[in-house]
């Protein structure tokens, strides 16, 4: 298990950008594979991003590839999210999770064993 502690969120219109940082409590960061999944009012948990151990791989949700980039910093022991050209309907709660299931397909909430407790994205029309 790792503490994870997310930052960044905000309010900003739509078209801005946000960078969003998941700082890890754990010297042993390096060997997850970390990702990132957002939770709108009423609806399910979704995945958003995805990136391995090392950074050599990612993996992106169709509705954010292109405008949303993930990255880490092994030895600041932080992920990262960075969020551009953002639209109303990235408005959410994001988490960042830490596992051991790789990157590849679609990444689901149980692949995780470790989450942090969120931060508010709000983009306004």
């Known amino acids: 298990q790792v503490q994870l502690v997310e930052s960044g969120g905000g309010l900003v219109q739509a078209g801005g950008s946000l960078r969003l940082s998941c700082a890890a409590s754990?010297?042993?960061?390096?060997?997850?594979?970390m990702a990132w999944f957002r939770q709108a009012p009423g609806k399910e948990r979704e995945f958003v991003s995805a990136?391995?151990?090392?950074?050599?791989?990612?993996n992106y949700a169709d509705s954010v590839k292109g405008r949303f980039t993930i990255s880490r910093d092994n030895a600041k022991r932080t992920l990262y999210l960075q969020m551009n050209s953002l639209k109303p309907e990235d408005t959410a709660v994001y988490y960042c999770?830490?596992?051991?299931?790789?990157?590849?397909?679609?990444?689901?909430?149980?692949?995780?064993?470790?989450w942090g407790q969120g931060t508010q994205v709000t983009v306004s029309a």
């Open positions: 990136i391995s151990q090392k950074g050599g791989s990612t």
């Open positions: 754990a010297w042993t960061f390096g060997g997850y594979d």
């Open positions: 999770a830490a596992g051991n299931r790789g990157v590849a397909g679609t990444p689901a909430q149980t692949d995780f064993g470790s």
